[in-house]
């Protein structure tokens, strides 16, 4: 009996292996959890063994899912390039997009990676940075911004909302005495906003032990028991547990991912990455 291989599910076994959880590969590929789940339990069925070491704290390849990791790649690859040579419009040139560190770091590389191999032509600029400070220059710096803003905000091409919560290590206790060490990026950032102005609405007080211009320093000092702080749930970083109203801390506002498109006449090759971007990401 001749068995053949979904490309969605070797899809998902790629992105999973590489971002190293569920969870983020559900968010990049646009399905939920259990489904995600389901496929990787189809594509074990279809080859006849299991190919990943799932436990609470990590994901890991077994014998035969290192083995098959190389061929899954390599069919992916060449199932791309081949819809991208009939398919593909010729692209090229350079487009420049910015976006938040978070997003650059766990979302688009695997988003991208199908438009970097079909649009070989391309170059792609990514700055990463603070929302607010790139769409003061798209237009004149950048071609595209993926934003992050509070929900309902208007601006933009919405893909997706995002739960915004306070965020602490999972190996420790959570610092119940005010004034709450906290953790946050520098001001201008709109989460440190959030954070701020709820707890002072709320009459606690802080202390900030850590202010970066990385998304990734402040996660790593809460993981590591330093500090509390505030973080997307779906890109938050392994070792955070989510804390709220039960931990005695008050809401947040929902954020939205938006693709914001410079005004005016845009090259081609930008125009054609903002629509892959929205096909992609958009819920």
């Not at 819809?83 to 976006?99: E, M, R, S, W």
């Not at 973080?231 to 506002?253: D, Y």
């Not at 954020?255 to 971007?277: D, M, T």
């Amino acid at each position: 009996m001749v068995r053949n291989l979904d490309i969605d599910l070797l899809r998902s076994f790629v992105v999973i292996v590489e971002l190293k959880s569920f969870t983020r590969a559900a968010t990049t590929i646009g399905r939920s959890q259990s489904a995600i789940s389901m496929q990787i339990k189809a594509l074990e069925d279809a080859v006849g063994q299991p190919l990943l070491d799932r436990s609470p704290q990590h994901i890991a390849l077994t014998r035969a899912g290192e083995d098959f990791l190389g061929y899954a790649r390599r069919i992916l690859d060449l199932h791309d390039e081949a819809l991208g040579f009939l398919n593909a419009k010729k692209l090229q040139g350079t487009v420049k997009i910015a976006v938040m560190d978070d997003f650059a770091t766990f979302i688009l590389p695997g988003t991208l990676s199908h438009f970097a191999r079909t649009h070989p032509d391309v170059e792609l600029e990514i700055t990463t940075g603070f929302t607010r400070d790139l769409l003061q220059e798209l237009g004149s710096k950048y071609d595209l911004v993926l934003a992050t803003q509070q929900a309902g905000t208007g601006a933009g091409m919405v893909l997706r909302t995002e739960r915004t919560s306070w965020a602490f290590s999972d190996r420790h206790l959570v610092p119940s005495q005010d004034p709450i060490p906290l953790a946050l990026l520098r001001s201008g950032n709109m989460f440190r906003e959030w954070a701020l102005d709820s707890l002072t609405a709320q009459g606690r007080t802080w202390r900030i032990v850590l202010s970066s211009t990385s998304i990734g320093a402040v996660e790593a000092a809460a993981a590591a028991g330093m500090a509390i702080t505030v973080v997307k749930e779906r890109t938050a970083r392994a070792g955070l547990r989510m804390l709220g109203e039960a931990e005695g801390l008050p809401p947040l506002p929902v954020s939205e991912i938006a693709l914001h498109i410079a005004p005016g006449k845009i090259s081609a090759a930008a125009r054609g990455l903002a629509e892959y971007l929205i096909s992609e990401l958009k819920e």
